[in-house]
Each structure stands twice: as C-alpha cells, then as structure tokens.
C-alpha cells in the first residue's frame, strides 16, 4: 500500500497563530518538537489521541479535522 502524504499548510498555520512556533506547541502537546515535525513532514502519522489533544489546543472544529489533518498533497 501506497503511503499517502498530507498538506500540512493549514495545520502549520494554525499552530502558528495559536502556539507561535512548534515547538511551543510540541511541549503543549508533551512530545518533542521532532516527533511534531515528523508528524507535519509525513515521515509519522498522528495518533488518534494526538488528533483530540491538537484540536483542543488549538480550537479546531470536529469538522474541521479533515481539512487540518488529512487533505491529500497534490
């Protein structure tokens, strides 16, 4: 199976306008800030749990999950 790479502009973004840099939002997230950058380099992928605590943190809709988290690099 293929693996499949995400564009992580918009999740980039807002961890940007909430957190300021990724690594502040890596010890918000209690991970380092190469497991997040791993994670907005697809070379990991995000856990479920990583998903709900990201979302609260950054006060992302629900529905908006897949427009963070999983729109497809063309």
Avoid: H, Q
Wanted: with cysteine; hydrophobic share 35%.
């Amino acid at each position: 199976m293929e693996k499949v790479n995400y564009c992580n502009r918009k999740l980039r973004g807002k961890i940007r306008e909430v957190c300021e840099t990724e690594k502040d939002f890596a010890k918000l997230m209690n991970i380092s800030s190469i497991t997040v950058s791993s994670k907005l380099n697809n070379k990991s992928d995000w856990s479920r749990n990583e998903i709900e605590k990201a979302i609260a943190l950054l006060s992302i809709k629900r529905e908006e999950i897949p427009k963070y988290f999983f729109e497809i690099l063309k």
